[in-house]
């Protein structure tokens, strides 16, 4: 199996059998492709056909074993270890991502967040205190940080997009409203939500 | 065209697009796929292929007529109207999302937030009074509502979902870590960074 040739579409729907498994698995030990699609508004057909990209996780009328499974997906999404994550940006989105306590629980620890606010820097929130973005450099560098969180003014994304990659940083979450522009190694997804409402409109 | 046809994977690229040109606007007036494949990380091979499926919007050589194309992706994405949405939910994220000037930039107006929290009823988040989400069915109702967000905890999210339905709101734009079970004819997008970044994991 080549993680690079399957198709980044079928990756995407990958966390999502996750979460409905590991909420599955509070009531029970097996589960089907029909459930599964059931719960998630996908077709049977197309639960195994993802699945079956990687290998063979159930049987013929025995269906999946939930724990296999789950195992098995984080491997694959290699959400079995932790994650440190860099958040640049402590507005008031900045702060509700450093008080949500679901990160933590699935592996991702915020482990730094930067601001170049100085009435926010020094500032605790949830156990981390927001340092000086003038040092960005340095934390990424000192913590082998891959992922950051970017959740600055659209205006600076693009900005602080490039600094980080220029630190090491591998993978970003924007929250920015606006497009990255960077090299294509580097991961890129967007929590924006504009853009999903306008996908919405479309169908209505 | 029946819009139906066209695969959803395209459809959730012409936000994009859309995003880009509005910032292309800002300094000239015409584009061309190369350009606008350069700034999205995407060939323009694709570009020329999403844009085809709804007519002709450039001319080989000249490229496209950035006012044209911005004019038709919002009448395809039917943001070329305005949209009235509830908002469930005045945490701190739903407090964010009051206070976020980008929704009603684009035509998005937060014309109601409810929460069942008495100490958050009443208050006040950028000239959006809060509400009781026990009157949720009647401001979906009076203001004929068609589009949900929903920044509630995971556990609740199912049975607001469920009862927004019910109240009459044709799509959902869910905020909470946890997979909506709906009837099919109900469009749902997910804003959730868990999935985000277990989708950027697996590439690192």
Redesign the interface.
Known sequence: MI??QIPD?I??R???Y???LL?LRETKTTTNSKELG????FSAAQIRKDLSQYGEFGKQGTGYNIDYLIDSLNR????DKN?D?LLVGVG??G???L??P??LK?G?LVKAAVDNNPEIIGQKFNSCVVQDVRNMKEIITENQI??A?VAVP?EKAQEIAEELVEAGI??I?S?A???L??P?QI??????????????????
Chains 1, 2 share one sequence.
Do not use: C
Not at 38 to 41: F, Y
Not at 76 to 79: D, E, G, P
């Open positions: 993680k690079e579409i990756v995407g990958l966390p999502r996750l979460r409905t909420l059931e719960l998630l508004g694959i999404l290699n959400t994650w994550i008031q989105l702060q509700a991502i008080n949500y679901g990160f699935h991702f891959q992922i969180m659209a591998k993978a979450l929250y409203p606006a497009t522009t960077l294509s991961r890129v997804e967007y929590s924006d939500p504009l853009i999903s409402l306008q996908h919405i409109t479309y169908y209505l």
